[in-house]
C-alpha cells in the first residue's frame, strides 16, 4: 500500500506564490507517474499536472500552464507543484496521485493511490 501526504497549502494573496509537497512512502514513485488534482467548492476534480516516472516529461492543464510547475525528487520520494500568479480562480483542495500513465491520470482513470489533499485559498 502506498501513502501520499500533501503538505504546503494554504492561505496567499492574489499573485502570490505557494510550493505543494507530496510525499510518498509503501513504494518507490519511480515505478508511476505522478500527479496533482484540483477540486473547488461546487465542482468536479480536474487534473492539474503529471509528471513521468523518471520526470523526463510533464504535462499541465491549459488553466495553469505557464504559471505552475511540476518537479520531483528521487531521492525524497516527493513530487512538488510549483506555482505562482495565483489567482482566485485556483482555490481548491489539491490533490496528490499516482498512476500507470499522464494521461489516463489526468482524466482520472488510471490512479491507483490518492492522497487527502491540502487546502489553497487565493484571497486578500
Known amino acids: 500500500q502506498v501513502q501520499l501526504v500533501e503538505s504546503g497549502g494554504g492561505l496567499v494573496q492574489p499573485g502570490g506564490s505557494l510550493k505543494l509537497s507530496c510525499a510518498a512512502s509503501g513504494s518507490s514513485l519511480d515505478n508511476y507517474v505522478s500527479g496533482w488534482f484540483r477540486q473547488a467548492p461546487g465542482k468536479k476534480r480536474e487534473g492539474v499536472s503529471c509528471i513521468s516516472s523518471h520526470g523526463d516529461s510533464t504535462h499541465y492543464a491549459d488553466s495553469v500552464k505557464g504559471r505552475f510547475t511540476i518537479s520531483r525528487d528521487g531521492a525524497k520520494n516527493t513530487v512538488y507543484l510549483e506555482m505562482n500568479s495565483l489567482k482566485a480562480e485556483d482555490t481548491a483542495v489539491y490533490y496528490c496521485?499516482?498512476?500507470?500513465?499522464?494521461?489516463?491520470?489526468?482524466?482520472?482513470?488510471?490512479?491507483?493511490?490518492w492522497g487527502k489533499g491540502t487546502l489553497v485559498t487565493v484571497s486578500s
Open positions: 496521485a499516482i498512476g500507470g500513465g499522464c494521461t489516463g491520470l489526468l482524466l482520472g482513470y488510471d490512479v491507483d493511490f
